[in-house]
């Protein structure tokens, strides 16, 4: 075939030039870089996916249920019992993966002529899927320190009033988790949908914001995955919370039998393992705070974080590459001086301080 490259097709304009999302997957004896869940799946859960995905199989050769009603209800069931605020199927809504989630609501709310604020350093998908559904992207400071200053962004939404606003608590790549009154006073300031994206929210003390929903389901909708607490991000299933009119514009816009019968299956397998598999959310809270205090120790500033990574500095350049010279993936998230450290097993997390003291010491 002749060879093709990206300028000689006729891509749409404003995508011309762009990088796609990145984070490098090399194979290292440490991966610490994608925030996910570093104990695999216990035999009891495997067993029941196969289980599972063997008794769907002998139905391949039809549609899955369209709107995935079984699963939303298990989803609901685990919605109410780890928050306390009662939710049903029709308030949930499950896609392959949250950044499909995402994607979704920004075709059903935001698109051409519309905008989007994010308030950076955030996660970098949100402009990355605002930029593919032609949504414009209005990028939004944190404090210094990373919070975020909640009179600062509601003047910010006041002003720009934009269609959609994005909130992750706790933030990625900074760890910070949002204090619930805070939320509220930006949710009703904000003009358009707010997504709180709480992909991490299992491993915070903070409340779930899906408490807000009883004042604000006309404005606001939380996005949660199972890629990070229920360590099944290979199995990519992302979900939100919401009144049920924003789950009916979504199947606006959703593709028809977007989630396979076997992610379907294999979901609801993996939930009904929730308690076994969450048990790890503890274990990883306490070593990413010895990780914490470890960094500090050595003269290093580690961000607070109520997630399961770690942002920390001061590093001058190369520091990624150092890491990377001893076993050990970390992410550069592009903030100046700093990297992100996702929290593994306490092996891994050994590894990755002792790599931390011989750089800090070079
Ligand atoms: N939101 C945030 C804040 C994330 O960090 C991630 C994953 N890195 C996602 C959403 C998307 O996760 P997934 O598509 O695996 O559900």
């Not at 995935?68 to 029709?90: F, H, M, N, Q």
């Not at 100046?336 to 996702?342: I, N, P, Q, S």
């Amino acid at each position: 075939m002749k060879d093709v490259k990206l300028e000689d097709l006729p891509l749409r304009e404003d995508l011309r030039g762009r990088t796609p999302y990145g984070a490098p997957q090399l194979d290292v004896p440490v991966r610490l870089n994608t925030n996910e869940n570093p104990y695999p799946p216990p035999p009891e859960l495997v067993a029941d996916v196969t289980a599972a995905v063997e008794e769907v199989a002998r139905q391949l050769h039809r549609y899955p249920d369209r709107d995935a009603v079984a699963l939303r209800e298990d989803l609901a069931a685990y919605i109410s019992t780890s928050t306390g605020y009662p939710v049903t199927s029709a308030n949930l809504w499950a896609a392959n993966g949250s950044n499909e989630i995402l994607q979704q609501i920004l075709q059903a709310f935001g698109g051409p002529g519309r905008a989007a604020v994010g308030f950076e350093p955030s996660y970098s998908m949100h402009p990355i899927i605002s930029a593919g559904t032609k949504t414009e992207w209005v990028p939004a400071p944190r404090r210094a320190d990373f919070s975020l200053d909640a009179v600062q962004a509601v003047g910010i939404v006041r002003a720009k009033r934009p269609d959609v606003t994005f909130v992750t608590s706790p933030n990625n790549p900074t760890g910070q988790a949002i204090p619930l009154a805070d939320l509220r006073v930006l949710i009703d300031a904000a003009p358009g949908i707010v997504v709180v994206d709480e992909a991490y929210a299992e491993f915070s003390a903070q409340p779930s914001a899906v408490s807000l929903l009883d004042d604000f389901g006309h404005k606001m909708v939380v996005c949660r995955t199972m890629s990070k607490a229920f360590a099944f991000a290979g199995g990519r299933l992302g979900y939100l919370i919401a009144a049920p009119a924003v789950v009916d514009a979504l199947q606006l816009v959703r593709l028809p039998y977007h989630l396979s019968l076997l992610t379907q299956a294999a979901a609801r397998a993996a939930l009904r393992h929730a308690g076994a598999t969450l048990a790890s959310v503890a274990k990883l809270a306490a070593e990413r705070d010895r990780v914490v205090e470890s960094l500090a120790g050595m003269g290093y500033s580690p961000v607070h974080s109520d997630a399961n990574f770690v942002l920390f500095g001061p590093f001058g350049p190369g520091a990624w590459q150092s890491y990377l010279d001893r076993g050990v993936l970390v992410r550069d998230v592009g903030i100046a001086g700093h990297l992100r450290v996702t929290i593994g097993t306490p092996d891994e997390n050994d590894a990755f301080l002792a790599a931390s003291k011989e750089i800090i010491a070079s």
